[in-house]
Structures are given as C-alpha cells and as structure tokens.
C-alpha cells in the first residue's frame, strides 16, 4: 500500500484527498500517518456484509446489507463520491480467497454511479468457475485502465479473458520501487535483533496463510521448514533471519506463529533471528536487505529480496509467483531452480539439498537481477504515469 499511495500523491496535482478502506482503519491512522490519507473501516468486506452476501442472489444481499450494517451506507457515500476509485491489493482479484464479490463489490458500487475505476499493479485469476471469471470482466470492461504487474496475468486478461487491450498495460508491482530506511535506522534494527551483519545471512519468509489458501498439511509444512533451517546453519554455518512479513488479526493468516514455530526446533541456537515486531513495508524491506539469499513464500517479501539485487526463491501457489519472477528471470528461473510450488516443497523434494543449491549458486543469480532490475523498476514507475492521464 506505501507505494501505491505514495504514487498516487506524486500524480495527484490537484491534491484531492485519499481515502484508504481497510480492515484495519485504527491501526492504519497510527501507523500511517506519514502517508497523508483517510483511513476508514471497509464496510464492504464487514464480517456481517460478508455473511449477509453469502445468502441467496446478490440483488437481495444488496438491499439487505445497508439494512443490517448501516455505516455500509456511509462507506458507499464515499465510493459514489470519489472521482477515482482505485483497487490495489496485488491479487487479491483470483480464486485463492473465497469470496471474489467481497473485493469487487466497492467497484461495482463505484460504477453504478458513474465513478471511474482503476486496477492498479494486478495480478489476475487465474478463476476457477466461469462465474468468477464473468463477474470481474464485467467490471474490467467498465474500467478505465488495468496495470498487471506480470506477463502471466496480461496474457491471461487480454488473451483468454478478453479485455480490451487498449486498457490493459504490462508494468510491475509498485514495491519495487519501495525505499528502505537510513544507515542510522537499519542499525538499529539490526541491532535489536541481535544481526551480525558481517555474517553470512539468509532471511527467510514463512507463510502461516498458504497452509490454508494452498491446502498443505501443517506437520509437513513445519518438517520442510525445519529441514531447511538445519541445513542452512548446521551445514552452511549461515545466520538465519525469520521476517514475520504479514502479521494479522487472523491467526491463520499471522506469519508470527509460523516463524515463531520453525525457530522453536532450534532452541537456543545463536543463529537464528525472528523479527516479529510492528515494523513499516520499508523496514521490513531493509532487514531482508540485509541478507546474501532471500527464501520466501510471501510474494512481497520475495519482492524486498529481487529488488535489492539478492538471489531470492519462492515457494508458491498461484501464477503472481511465475510471472513476476519469470519477467525478471526468465529461463533463469528453472535453471536455478528459483520457484518451487508449496505443493513440491511440502512432499517431493528435499528442502535442504535445495536451499544448499541455492546458496551455491547465489552470486549468478545476482549477476541476472542486475541486468534486468532497471528496466523492472522503469516498469513499476509505469504504474502511476498511466494513472497520471486518468486523474
């Protein structure tokens, strides 16, 4: 989100406000504050909006909902009184969350009062029932521009999907372009988490989410976890470094307990690090900056590592993994074996022989990010050029 808004407001020479909808306005007001925006609760994605449109047909949802939710009403004021209402969110418009409606349902109110809507930095589906798929290219064909920040999802939009083109921009995700903080601030991080800088490192990012979005058993999770932290410091001798990237509400979607469980195996070992205090985007991105090699199942932590010139992998389930890293990496990436699916993680290969191999080949990866980092981040600044003609 920092780096939408903070393209948004370069763009933004009238300086209308922004208004962000999130689940968590409190929190966000605080924590935000250097991004100069509203935060309001969206009432859209209310845990009574949701249930009330899981019942029966969505014209009855509809009317019901104000009803039973009223600040609902307020939250729509502001979407029908918006000159622009933009969706980011990354992918969040697929099959892998439940409910597609709930992401949509802003932009459909958005459009039925003659507002325009834009997708910025996306990828799409791919959707699992015909349904899904009619249901967003419906809005899709209303909007005023979609930026994809993969060649998956534009082929996918353009070519099966069929949205017009003329609409729809190939750029890349909007956090490349996330700046980290100063020397003096990376030292203090560095600092409170017991960092030896001068060590060899490998930060690592661990989804409590995929277990569910993906369908992978826990235990088996947890074993390849453990397997690939043994190797990394009994073997390789490396500092290992934990981020909990996404830390939430949910318990099942809190990367806190994740991190917290693997590090649990390794009791008292001086070289592992789990970050999981409430640290910004950015200090998140100069942590894992700090490392030699990024592993990752969190696709903006993956993000942090690519754009700072670090060889990163990423374990996977869902086409934003392929398509980023294989705009960046092309053949590359089966070459060095930089994407594994959970699936495979879990159950088929061997996590450490993997993570060795990677470690080894680290400096070639590197070599490749340097060469193709530029025309990637040159893409990511697209993102808010093209918003610039809209506003």
């Not at 019942?55 to 622009?84: H, W």
């Not at 900056?289 to 942090?304: G, K, L, Y």
């Not at 930089?338 to 495979?344: A, F, H, I, K, Y």
Request: aromatic share 6%; net charge neutral; with cysteine.
């Amino acid at each position: 989100m920092t780096t939408v808004v903070e393209g948004i407001h370069t763009v933004n020479k009238s300086n209308a406000p922004i208004t962000v909808l999130t689940d968590t306005p409190q929190y966000d007001t605080e924590s935000g504050k250097h991004l100069k925006v509203n935060f309001v609760s969206d009432t859209f994605r209310n845990r009574k909006a949701r249930y009330i449109r899981k019942l029966g047909g969505k014209p009855l949802a509809n009317a019901l909902i104000p009803l039973v939710v009223p600040s609902f009403r307020k939250t729509v004021d502001l979407v029908e009184g918006a000159d622009v209402v933009i969706a980011s969110g990354g992918d969040v418009f697929s099959s892998d969350y439940g409910d597609l409606g709930e992401f949509l349902v802003s932009l459909e109110a958005a459009q039925r009062a003659g507002k325009k809507v834009v997708f910025i930095g996306h990828s799409i589906g791919p959707f699992k029932t015909k349904e899904e798929e009619e249901a967003w290219t419906r809005v899709a064909n209303q909007s005023e521009l979609i930026t994809l920040r993969e060649s998956f999802s534009y082929d996918y939009v353009v070519n099966k999907l069929k949205v017009p083109s003329s609409k729809v921009h190939l750029t890349a995700d909007s956090a490349f372009n996330l700046r980290i903080p100063d020397s003096n601030c990376l030292s203090e991080l560095a600092r409170l988490y017991g960092i030896d800088r001068d060590r060899p490192t490998i930060a690592l990012s661990i989804s409590q989410g995929i277990k569910k979005f993906a369908k992978v058993a826990h235990d088996g999770h947890l074993n390849a976890w453990t397997k690939l932290v043994r190797t990394a410091t009994e073997r390789l001798g490396l500092q290992v470094v934990i981020v909990s990237h996404v830390q939430d509400q949910w318990e099942l979607n809190d990367d806190r307990l994740a991190s917290q469980e693997v590090a649990s195996q390794f009791s008292g070992n001086p070289l592992i690090r789990v970050v999981n205090g409430d640290h910004t985007a950015s200090e998140l991105k100069g942590i894992i900056q700090m490392a030699d090699m990024v592993v990752a199942e969190r696709m903006h932590a993956a993000i942090a590592g690519l754009s700072s010139g670090i060889a990163t992998a990423v374990i996977g389930y869902s086409v934003k993994a392929q398509g980023i890293l294989f705009d960046l990496l092309q053949d590359n990436v089966e070459k060095y074996r930089l994407l594994v699916s959970v699936q495979d993680f879990v159950n088929k290969i061997d996590a450490g022989a993997w993570v060795e191999q990677l470690w080894n080949r680290r400096c070639e990866v590197g070599e490749h990010l340097a060469q193709s980092l530029p025309q990637v981040k040159n893409r990511a600044n697209q993102n808010f050029e093209l918003l610039a003609k809209i506003l």
